[in-house]
């Protein structure tokens, strides 16, 4: 059996009396993309140290691609690429030095102009780091995680300040190293982006795991919360809202909006009502919640 690329169990952080993770437990298959996702102060920079073998934890265990990534760091860290938020790199080198730099560092780096052509950056190759933007600093550190092709990435936030045309690109290389069977851990603020990327969610919440789930299992349990109905104008519905845990109006005449967690049995009443009232339903859309509408609602008491 093939060991997870990444198995976190239990993992305790402490900063004094500050407890930043508490007994988190979470998995990377390999070969996927799993989305860490939590507001600031959630946890999730403790979490990621604490698997780039930068500390060790508290409590609990962490193995990564089979290894501990304190105790045998230096064998580990050929095998890793690790794109950070910001800087790491010396700002007066250009994008073509320090991306030829990182390769030297590599046993079989991958080649480094196509790695320009495929991120946008080969007219920045002679532009220094200081005088990038920072959505072009964002595809060099990402082109430097991958350069040394690594079977495990972690990438923090790799999307930040990118337009979108760049980010698209970037998503598209994301899913690539999936498909050449690379391990992605990717910590984001933009949902639709691990909504998009990611094989499995873990939402972090004041050190803690407050779910976790493919995007699909984590917005289909949280159900339909908008039900339009195109009916005959002007009903009741006063009366059907007093039946639901939800609100009902008439918008423009003969189009009713019913918004709440409306699982089945609800849409059947509402359905049911319409049916009773004598009027003619000519259309019925749902919207499920998306994985934003999981995340705010899961993280809305959070304090930062």
């Known amino acids: 059996m093939v060991e997870a690329a990444v198995e976190v169990q239990d993992v305790v952080v402490r900063y004094g009396d500050v407890t930043a993770v508490d007994g988190v437990s979470l998995t990377v298959p390999r070969g996927s993309i799993l989305a860490l ?11 990621l140290q604490v698997c780039e073998g930068f500390r060790g934890p508290d409590g609990g265990s962490v193995r ?63 532009t220094t780091f200081r005088r990038l933007s920072g959505g072009e600093q964002q595809r060099l550190s990402l082109a430097v995680a991958l350069v040394g092709r690594p079977e495990l990435v972690f990438l923090d936030e790799p999307t930040a300040g990118m337009d979108v045309g760049a980010r698209q690109t970037t998503w598209q290389l994301v899913d690539s190293l999936r498909a050449d069977g690379v391990s992605v851990l990717l910590t984001t603020h933009l ?19 407050a779910a976790t789930g493919t995007p699909a299992e984590l917005t289909a349990a949280a159900g339909i919360d908008l039900l339009h109905v195109r009916a005959d104008p002007a009903l009741p519905v006063a009366a059907l809202a007093a039946r639901l845990d939800a609100t009902v109006a008439e918008g423009s005449p003969g189009d009713y909006t019913v918004a709440g967690a409306l699982d089945t049995e609800a ?37 930062r």
Not at 99 to 119: E, G, H, I, K
């Open 64 to 126: 990564v691609l089979g290894l501990d990534p304190v105790a045998d760091h230096d064998a580990l860290m050929p095998r890793l690429g690790i794109m950070l938020q910001s800087g790491g790199v010396y700002p007066w080198a250009t994008a073509g030095e320090i991306l030829r730099l990182f390769a030297s560092y590599a046993a079989n780096p991958l080649d480094v102009d196509m790695l320009l052509d495929r991120l946008g950056l080969r007219k920045f190759a002679k």
């Open 267 to 303: 849409i059947a009443a509402v359905l049911a009502w319409f049916a009773e009232a004598g009027a003619q339903v000519t259309a019925v859309n749902t919207r499920r919640r998306t994985l934003e509408d999981v995340y705010l609602a899961l993280t809305a008491g959070a304090t």
């Open 37 to 47: 996702l939590g507001n600031n102060g959630a946890g999730k920079t403790s979490l």
């Open 191 to 209: 949902l639709d982006e691990a909504e998009s990327l990611a094989d499995h969610v873990v939402i972090m919440d004041n050190g803690v795991v």
